[in-house]
Structure formats: structure tokens, C-alpha cells
């Protein structure tokens, strides 16, 4: 079954490093994503890996998939109160169009 | 590039009435997705236009809920006898068609909907 599941929220200090994680139930994903919501906002693609990479970094984005144990992780060097929003986990499959499950979202809260 | 466009922001509907939403893609994007989130979660696939055919429909796309994409460009998605749970986000997301690369899907800011 198709299932994404990731924690509810996450509080961090300014300038400290954040660690997003989430877990897929389905090993035929092809590719998996990092949306971000704002207030209001629809979804942000900030980056995406495919699934036989293990690692892949966009300048303060570091993505990490353990394929072994489904589990994909973002983590957010040097956070900034500009970070704060609901970060998405999402999983797509190779059936010839992107059809995307989602996680229920993390909420990150940055503080000074 | 204005980015995929929704319409309206927000609507304010009574329970029993019907409402429709509309999605411009990006220009050039052929694929077009409707999800619908609601408060709390992640959004959830309803339904895939290749062009102008409906390629796909999840079964939380209920008979009271229809979508169009008559000439592969715009789309629409219309709620007959909405009811309270119909309340949610709806957003649409549009992509290019290529098979060979990663496919992102970029979303518009969504129709916030609310029955009352």
C-alpha cells in the first residue's frame, strides 16, 4: 500500500540545523520530494532525490534515503525564521505520470 | 511565466449548493492534477488530465464531483450538493510531460473552500 508518515512538528533555535524525517511504505517509488507550505501558500518543491541516490545536497538542503528501511530525512543547515512552514514529504511512481503521495506535513517553528 | 493560477481564492458556499473552481497551468505544462487537502494533512491525489483526457480518478472523487480540461489548457472542477465535508483546500498542480526526466509538479496557491 502507499502510506507516508512523518512527525507532527519540530521546534528549533535559529541558527541551528534541522532534521525532517519521514518514512514510505512503498519500495517502487521512483523519486522523493521535499514540499514546503507557507500560510496561506500552495506547495514549494525545494528538492527531490531518486531512489537509487542515497544522498544529495542543494546548499543548506541535505537529503538522505536509506532505501533499506524507507526512511528519507531533509535536513536544513543553518536555519533561519524564514524556514518556518510545513515541510512535505511526498513519494511518485514510475506508472508514466507523476502521481504524488504525501505525507501529513511537518511543522517547523524556528525560534530566536 | 505567471505560474499556475486558481480561481477563486476563497469561497463561502451553503450546504446543497454547487461550486466550481478553475486552474490556468503553466502554458506550456500538457499534465494537470487536482488534490484536495484539508487542515491538518498532506494533500491527496483526486484526479490526472493528460491534456485534455482524464487519465485518472481516485475514489474520493465521489459522483458529485466532476473535472473537466475541455481543450487541454484550463480546467475546472465543479462540487454539486456540497456538504460540509467537501470543506478543504483544493489545489491543482501542473507539469510537463517527460518521461525521461524527474517530473516536478508545480502548484497554485489553492481554493480554500467552506461550506457552511
Known amino acids: 500500500g502507499e502510506d507516508v508518515e512523518q512527525s507532527l512538528f519540530l521546534s528549533v533555535r535559529e541558527g541551528d540545523s534541522s532534521v525532517i524525517n519521514c518514512t514510505y511504505t512503498?519500495?517502487?517509488?521512483?523519486?522523493l520530494y521535499w514540499y514546503k507550505q507557507e500560510p496561506g501558500a500552495g506547495l514549494q518543491l525545494l528538492t527531490y532525490i531518486f531512489s537509487n541516490m542515497d544522498m544529495k545536497q542543494d546548499q543548506r538542503l541535505t537529503v538522505l534515503l536509506n532505501k533499506k528501511d524507507k526512511h528519507l530525512s531533509l535536513r536544513i543547515a543553518d536555519t533561519q525564521t524564514g524556514d518556518s512552514a510545513i515541510y512535505f514529504c511526498?513519494?511518485?511512481?514510475?506508472?508514466?505520470?507523476?502521481?504524488?503521495?504525501f505525507g501529513a506535513g511537518t511543522r517547523l517553528a524556528v525560534h530566536p | 511565466d505567471t505560474g499556475v493560477s486558481q480561481n477563486p481564492r476563497h469561497k463561502i458556499t451553503k450546504r446543497g449548493q454547487n461550486v466550481t473552481f478553475r486552474c490556468d497551468p503553466i502554458s506550456e505544462h500538457n499534465r494537470l492534477y487536482w488534490y484536495r487537502q484539508t487542515l491538518g494533512q498532506g494533500p491527496e491525489f483526486l484526479t490526472y488530465?493528460?491534456?485534455?483526457?482524464?487519465?485518472?480518478k481516485s475514489r474520493l472523487l465521489s459522483d458529485r464531483f466532476s473535472a473537466e480540461r475541455p481543450k487541454g489548457s484550463f480546467s475546472t472542477l465543479e462540487i454539486q450538493r456540497t456538504e460540509q465535508g467537501d470543506s478543504a483546500m483544493y489545489l491543482c498542480a501542473s507539469s510537463p510531460a517527460d518521461y525521461a526526466t524527474n517530473e516536478k509538479l508545480f502548484f497554485g496557491s489553492g481554493t480554500q473552500l467552506s461550506v457552511l
Open positions: 512503498d519500495s517502487s517509488s521512483t523519486y
Open positions: 488530465f493528460q491534456n485534455e483526457a482524464q487519465l485518472e
Open positions: 511526498a513519494e511518485s511512481f514510475s506508472g508514466g505520470y507523476n502521481k504524488l503521495i
